[in-house]
């Protein structure tokens, strides 16, 4: 018995050392993950060249740029929205456009009794600066389902609720900083370019330009004769007071806060919502043209179409509808 | 004594193995934990740098007060810094710039391949598309016009977005028995523009070649998140996601099994087809457009919606598709549509100015 027990002793004895062994041996070796390690040390030294050279960018003074204000002017764009199949989307898409444009301050005005969960997320995740606010529009002023877009005017209760957020915020502070500002209305399915932002920040008053695909043509805008505008060239009740598109002008934060009462009336007749906003404020001789004396369109109206839901319908009236909780 | 004599053994039995598994795991982890740590270190500096570049953001109160928002920069360095995954990514939009982000030596390169085509929105849509790309680092955007010569146009515009583009044309061959202008219906619109971009693609980079791309088949009205561009950068060969608003549904997506492998497609429209996807709704690896230098869009009798297939059938399998977003539940890209303006009160003779552009 005994001799066995020292047989097994001796023998595992021995393996275990000759195992001990080999394995020392192979560490001696730096293992094969020196290859995986390689590739992760060339990406460090490759981070780091970066991290160096947006340092020096950083040191570096722009020369190209003359020297700026410190804070120039920011505009305020007003954005009524409502909750639709497209709206994540148009939102998406606005935000990405907006995130280029530096001192903006975005104000999401929902068309809803309450902040919607979708909205909030969404502008956390913006990277914007923004102000969330919401007001539902009253039954008898909401568009029903198959009714024409240009049968009731939209939007109106949002906007005005934008405003007064701007006069109520505007009125308690007293510096000359909030006071510099341009305020613009954009809604979330138009197309804006880049330069259109910063045509609008030098606004004294109101400022206006050209908007393509409005109005069943190509474009509309603003005639301007010797550096002032003279009429409006638009194919639809060109005899409004004024005759523009909501993308069409911006107003400066300092009229808006001048003038308390101005707002939108959603009890206007077609087409005369942004008239009856701007009509308190400015006269058409006092209106400042921009994009190069109104010549170049820098703002579309571009509408979504309302995707097809066909068989999402067929599916739902099933029960099978897609997942509620993915959102769309 | 006997008791003693085996407790001796069995220390002597034992000790070699716990100094040999804890010495081996030491040296297995240490260099991987220096690796790590240094890391996390540039994933934080790389996010807060741009930060001080840009103009510094705060939020003002809305009615309810929320406060300062935080931008949570240690969960990401976690997330990018993990060992599977390739080590950084982005390059969040925390930062405000008009030029595109510097570019990178390290991200795989997108190739963006549009088709686009003449019509009144077309500049509207590229502008925004062009705003979306400009905070997408390493996109290299190809536009290819249906149409005989590169209109000024697209020209001008892709010259002061500052992207980095390459812009090409090819016309569909119109249908001349029908008036008016009309292309050939037998042939999917875009089709052979997808076709020469993915041509010059294999022009230019060769098979060897050690740059690692991502192509992209990106339509002009369509809606693209930017987290999306991120999704796909990692794809080996043809990864997949969920697009909203395609076949008549709120969205069609990859069927994904516990195994994280697709086995199908959620869709309603013919979901028996090799690949019942969206044109937007995958991405390929470039080295596998290299390497099967004969896969292009099939231009002739293609039924509806087999379109993607024509090509995906002959790059990959079902098996090697990677799943994106979250396992296929997430909405990155939505197949918006944009209406066709009214036009009306242009009349015959047109009433505005043909020379602005719009």
């Given at each position: 018995?005994?001799?066995?027990?020292?047989?097994?002793?001796?023998?595992?004895?021995?393996?275990?050392?000759?195992?001990?062994?080999?394995?020392?041996?192979?560490?001696?070796?730096?293992?094969?993950?020196?290859?995986?390690?390689?590739?992760?040390?060339?990406?460090?030294?490759?981070?780091?060249?970066?991290?160096?050279?947006?340092?020096?960018?950083?040191?570096?003074?722009?020369?190209?740029?003359?020297?700026?204000p410190?804070?120039?002017?920011?505009i305020?764009?007003?954005?009524?929205?409502?909750?639709?199949?497209?709206?994540?989307?148009?939102?998406?898409?606005?935000?990405?456009?907006?995130?280029?444009?530096?001192?903006?301050?975005?104000?999401?005005?929902?068309?809803?009794?309450?902040?919607?969960?979708?909205?909030?997320?969404?502008?956390?995740?913006s990277?914007?600066?923004?102000?969330?606010?919401?007001?539902?529009?009253?039954?008898?002023?909401?568009?029903?389902?198959?009714?024409?877009?240009?049968?009731?005017?939209?939007?109106?209760?949002?906007?005005?609720?934008?405003?007064?957020?701007?006069?109520?915020?505007?009125?308690?502070?007293?510096?000359?900083?909030l006071?510099?500002?341009?305020?613009?209305?954009?809604?979330d399915?138009?197309?804006?370019?880049?330069?259109?932002?910063?045509?609008?920040?030098?606004?004294?008053?109101?400022?206006?330009?050209?908007?393509?695909?409005?109005?069943?043509?190509?474009?509309?805008?603003?005639v301007?004769?010797?550096?002032?505008?003279?009429?409006?060239?638009?194919?639809?009740?060109?005899?409004?007071?004024?005759?523009?598109?909501?993308?069409?002008?911006?107003?400066?934060?300092?009229?808006?806060?001048?003038?308390?009462?101005?707002?939108?009336?959603?009890?206007?007749?077609?087409?005369?919502?942004?008239s009856s906003f701007l009509?308190?404020?400015?006269?058409?001789?006092?209106?400042?043209?921009?994009?190069?004396?109104?010549?170049?369109?820098?703002?579309?109206?571009?509408?979504?179409?309302?995707?097809?839901?066909?068989?999402?319908?067929?599916?739902?009236?099933?029960?099978?509808?897609?997942?509620?909780?993915?959102?769309? | 004594?006997?008791?003693?004599r085996?407790?001796?053994?069995?220390?002597?039995?034992?000790?070699?193995?716990?100094?040999?598994?804890?010495?081996?795991?030491?040296?297995?982890?240490?260099?991987?934990?220096?690796?790590?740590?240094?890391c996390?270190?540039?994933?934080?500096?790389?996010?807060?740098i741009?930060?001080?570049?840009?103009?510094?953001?705060?939020?003002?109160?809305?009615?309810?007060?929320?406060?300062?928002?935080?931008?949570?920069?240690?969960?990401?360095?976690?997330?990018?810094?993990?060992?599977?995954?390739?080590?950084?990514?982005?390059?969040r939009?925390?930062y405000?710039?008009?030029?595109?982000?510097?570019?990178?030596?390290?991200?795989?390169?997108?190739h963006?391949?549009?088709?686009?085509?003449?019509?009144?929105?077309?500049?509207?849509?590229?502008?925004?598309l062009?705003?979306?790309?400009?905070?997408?680092?390493?996109?290299?955007?190809?536009?290819?016009?249906?149409?005989?010569?590169?209109?000024?146009?697209?020209?001008?515009?892709?010259?002061?977005?500052?992207?980095?583009?390459?812009?090409?044309?090819?016309?569909?061959?119109?249908?001349?028995?029908?008036?008016?202008d009309?292309?050939?219906p037998?042939?999917?619109?875009?089709?052979?523009?997808?076709?020469?971009?993915?041509?010059w693609?294999?022009?230019?980079?060769?098979v060897?070649?050690?740059?690692?791309?991502?192509?992209?088949?990106?339509?002009?009205?369509?809606?693209?998140?930017?987290?999306?561009?991120?999704?796909m950068?990692?794809?080996?060969?043809?990864?997949?996601?969920?697009?909203?608003?395609v076949?008549?549904?709120?969205?069609?997506?990859?069927?994904?099994?516990?195994?994280?492998?697709?086995?199908?497609?959620?869709?309603?429209?013919?979901?028996?087809?090799?690949?019942?996807?969206?044109?937007?709704?995958?991405?390929?690896?470039?080295?596998?457009?290299?390497?099967?230098p004969?896969?292009?869009?099939?231009?002739?009798?293609v039924?509806?919606?087999?379109?993607?297939?024509?090509l995906?059938?002959?790059?990959?399998?079902?098996?090697?598709?990677?799943?994106?977003?979250?396992?296929?539940?997430?909405?990155?890209?939505?197949?918006?549509?944009?209406e066709?303006?009214?036009?009306?009160?242009?009349?015959?003779?047109?009433?505005?100015?043909?020379?602005?552009?719009?």
């Amino acid at each position: 018995m005994r001799l066995k027990l020292k047989t097994v002793f001796v023998l595992y004895f021995t393996v275990s050392l000759l195992g001990l062994i080999y394995a020392l041996m192979q560490l001696g070796q730096r293992c094969d993950c020196t290859e995986h390690d390689a590739a992760r040390d060339r990406t460090i030294s490759r981070l780091r060249g970066e991290l160096h050279s947006l340092r020096e960018q950083m040191k570096k003074p722009e020369p190209t740029n003359p020297p700026k204000p410190a804070l120039p002017p920011t505009i305020h764009v007003i954005t009524p929205t409502y909750t639709r199949l497209v709206q994540k989307a148009e939102l998406t898409r606005l935000s990405q456009t907006l995130l280029h444009v530096r001192q903006l301050h975005w104000i999401l005005v929902e068309d809803s009794p309450h902040k919607t969960v979708l909205v909030s997320e969404f502008l956390v995740r913006s990277g914007l600066t923004y102000t969330h606010l919401h007001v539902p529009t009253p039954r008898e002023s909401k568009l029903q389902e198959g009714d024409p877009s240009w049968l009731k005017p939209r939007g109106a209760e949002q906007r005005n609720e934008g405003l007064r957020w701007l006069r109520e915020t505007a009125g308690g502070r007293q510096g000359a900083q909030l006071e510099e500002g341009v305020v613009y209305f954009a809604d979330d399915d138009n197309t804006y370019s880049l330069q259109l932002f910063e045509e609008m920040r030098g606004t004294q008053m109101v400022s206006v330009w050209p908007v393509g695909l409005v109005g069943g043509m190509r474009y509309e805008r603003p005639v301007v004769e010797q550096g002032r505008v003279v009429r409006f060239h638009t194919g639809w009740r060109p005899n409004r007071p004024f005759p523009l598109d909501m993308a069409g002008f911006a107003v400066s934060l300092r009229l808006v806060l001048a003038n308390p009462d101005a707002h939108f009336d959603g009890d206007a007749p077609m087409g005369f919502l942004e008239s009856s906003f701007l009509q308190g404020l400015v006269t058409m001789e006092e209106l400042e043209p921009k994009a190069d004396m109104c010549t170049k369109v820098l703002v579309w109206h571009t509408r979504t179409e309302k995707p097809k839901m066909k068989r999402e319908d067929a599916l739902q009236k099933q029960g099978l509808g897609s997942d509620p909780g993915v959102e769309v | 004594m006997p008791k003693r004599r085996d407790v001796l053994a069995i220390v002597l039995i034992v000790l070699p193995w716990t100094l040999l598994i804890t010495v081996w795991h030491q040296s297995a982890i240490a260099p991987l934990l220096t690796i790590r740590k240094a890391c996390y270190h540039l994933v934080k500096e790389l996010f807060i740098i741009p930060g001080t570049l840009a103009v510094r953001r705060h939020q003002l109160a809305d009615d309810r007060g929320n406060g300062r928002r935080d931008t949570g920069q240690g969960s990401d360095s976690k997330e990018y810094c993990s060992p599977d995954k390739d080590i950084v990514e982005v390059v969040r939009t925390e930062y405000v710039y008009t030029r595109p982000p510097p570019w990178s030596d390290v991200l795989p390169t997108i190739h963006v391949i549009t088709p686009t085509y003449s019509r009144p929105v077309q500049k509207a849509e590229l502008t925004r598309l062009a705003n979306t790309f400009l905070h997408v680092p390493n996109l290299h955007w190809i536009l290819v016009e249906d149409s005989q010569r590169r209109t000024p146009l697209v020209t001008q515009l892709l010259h002061e977005t500052g992207l980095n583009y390459t812009h090409l044309n090819v016309e569909t061959p119109r249908n001349y028995k029908l008036r008016g202008d009309v292309r050939d219906p037998r042939i999917p619109r875009g089709t052979m523009q997808r076709n020469l971009a993915l041509r010059w693609l294999r022009e230019t980079f060769s098979v060897n070649s050690t740059q690692p791309g991502i192509v992209y088949f990106a339509d002009d009205d369509n809606t693209y998140s930017l987290e999306l561009f991120e999704e796909m950068r990692s794809t080996r060969k043809v990864s997949v996601w969920p697009v909203a608003f395609v076949g008549g549904l709120r969205y069609e997506s990859p069927k994904v099994n516990a195994a994280g492998k697709v086995y199908g497609w959620k869709t309603v429209f013919d979901p028996h087809r090799p690949f019942a996807i969206d044109m937007a709704g995958f991405a390929v690896n470039l080295r596998l457009i290299l390497f099967k230098p004969q896969a292009y869009f099939k231009l002739r009798g293609v039924k509806g919606g087999y379109q993607e297939s024509s090509l995906l059938r002959e790059l990959v399998t079902l098996n090697d598709l990677e799943p994106k977003a979250a396992n296929c539940t997430k909405i990155l890209v939505w197949h918006t549509r944009t209406e066709k303006p009214v036009l009306v009160n242009e009349g015959k003779k047109g009433f505005t100015d043909p020379n602005v552009e719009i």
